[in-house]
């Protein structure tokens, strides 16, 4: 597959990944071509994506560290690594750790956004996403594969969705085979396994749950991408499956989550196909572009996304023309816990401090909850890594019964009960 985009700068490939044009397969496939310096990271990657465990995490992060001061990498490729690197961080629930690790090779990576928005006022994202979808009969929201904040706002939205009459869900992590859902058994089941048999990100916590809620409400769950060999192919084919699922249901309202630039009305991307196939309108909301709040704007509370608006304009978008509204997150990190307030999921959630002596004072040490019901099967609900002793030891569970497990590289295996009601320990930020 590699050898169809030989003529795309290396410099330029890095930009790719997050525009949404090609996959982590096929990243992969590019570096192994593209130098042989890279050739012992894309082999820890590639045995990473197919068994994301403790073990390969930690030995990505050592390929990484070398690939980093490898001056025998194009720069292109060691960004393109450290998107992936982030990726596989957000599984292990580094969700703070990935945005420092991507500013590392792109400096301006967490610095507000010079948005351009004088005259319009702030206002809380989420009625506005509800107001503006219950217009229309397909709505696309974009998500950023290493941005998780934008899943967690993504989830707030289901129930409300479901209400409004949406009948089906397209998710674009949502692996395929022969055309059919590659997992047979998702829907009976209830829950994502953690053997990746749905695709890579599902095995992320957040947008596990997102598939979890998503079923409890009674989506029909729609998988639409496909591997392809060029960004039209892909951006066709997708357009394709979607517009079939509309063609087939005459009562089908459909909501897509997508990443990235797939949502854009222009550009040949799938939004503008899928409009040009089905010859209706679709509503596209773009968050993925704006995950690190607006220059100049103060908008409280801190952590809630907001979105621009103004009477004579209507609602503001960083790419008017190609989507519809964008949506404005200011990702804020709990003092307490060290990790990101999104993680409450809209007040769903709420941190549990966990007792970290069953680690052995062995690090790094990951601790996973795992809904008990679902038999340790599942993706974990959520997981901390403690890369030290010193690292602090929270989770952010719903009320219900977990299974909590303990692992570290040396002989720590230990697993145990917990169930989170209405009084836990809960951070005070």
């Not at 797939?262 to 899928?274: D, E, I, N, P, S």
């Not at 959630?349 to 038999?375: G, M």
């Amino acid at each position: 597959m590699w050898c169809v985009f030989k003529g795309v700068f290396v410099s330029k490939l890095s930009n790719l990944i997050l525009g949404g044009l090609v996959g982590v397969g096929f990243t992969f496939s590019f570096a192994v071509h593209a130098s042989e310096s890279m050739q012992p990271y894309s082999e820890a990657w590639q045995k990473f994506n197919a068994d994301p465990s403790l073990l390969h995490y930690v030995a990505l992060q050592a390929q990484y560290e070398l690939v980093k001061q490898n001056a025998d990498v194009p720069e292109g490729l060691r960004s393109l690594a450290a998107q992936q690197q982030a990726m596989a961080d957000t599984l292990m629930g580094r969700y703070e750790y990935s945005q420092v690790r991507l500013a590392e090779v792109y400096p301006s990576y967490r610095s507000p956004k010079d948005c351009d928005v004088e005259g319009y006022t702030p206002i809380e994202a989420r009625q506005v996403v509800l107001n503006e979808s219950q217009k229309h009969h397909t709505v696309l929201i974009n998500e950023s594969h290493t941005r998780v904040g934008s899943r967690a706002f993504f989830y707030s939205l289901l129930g409300d969705l479901k209400q409004q009459g949406f009948t089906h869900l397209a998710l674009e992590n949502l692996a395929l085979e022969n055309n059919k859902i590659k997992d047979d058994e998702l829907l009976a089941r209830g829950y994502p396994k953690a053997t990746l048999s749905n695709g890579l990100y599902i095995a992320e916590p957040v947008m596990a749950e997102i598939v979890r809620e998503a079923i409890r409400l009674g989506f029909v769950l729609v998988g639409y991408d496909v591997t392809a060999k060029s960004k039209e192919e892909r951006e066709w084919t997708q357009a394709e499956n979607l517009a079939h699922v509309l063609a087939s249901n005459e009562a089908a309202r459909l909501v897509v989550l997508a990443g990235h630039d797939h949502v854009h009305k222009t550009g040949g991307w799938m939004a503008q196909r899928l409009q040009e196939l089905t010859n209706k309108p679709v509503y596209s909301i773009n968050q993925a572009s704006t995950m690190t709040g607006c220059i100049g704007v103060d908008f409280a509370p801190k952590n809630v996304p907001y979105v621009l608006s103004k009477s004579d304009v209507g609602h503001w978008s960083i790419n008017l023309g190609a989507t519809d509204l964008s949506v404005v997150h200011q990702i804020q990190v709990d003092e307490t816990t060290g990790r990101p307030t999104w993680l409450v999921m809209n007040g769903l959630r709420r941190a549990v401090q966990v007792d970290k002596a069953a680690c052995k004072n062995q690090f790094p040490c990951l601790i996973s909850a795992y809904y008990k019901h679902e038999e340790n099967q599942g993706v974990a609900a959520d997981r901390v890594y403690l890369a030290y002793e010193t690292s602090a030891a929270w989770l952010y569970l719903k009320p219900s019964n977990y299974s909590i497990h303990f692992q570290t590289l040396g002989e720590v295996n230990e697993r145990s009960e917990l169930a989170v009601g209405d009084t836990v320990n809960v951070s005070t930020n």
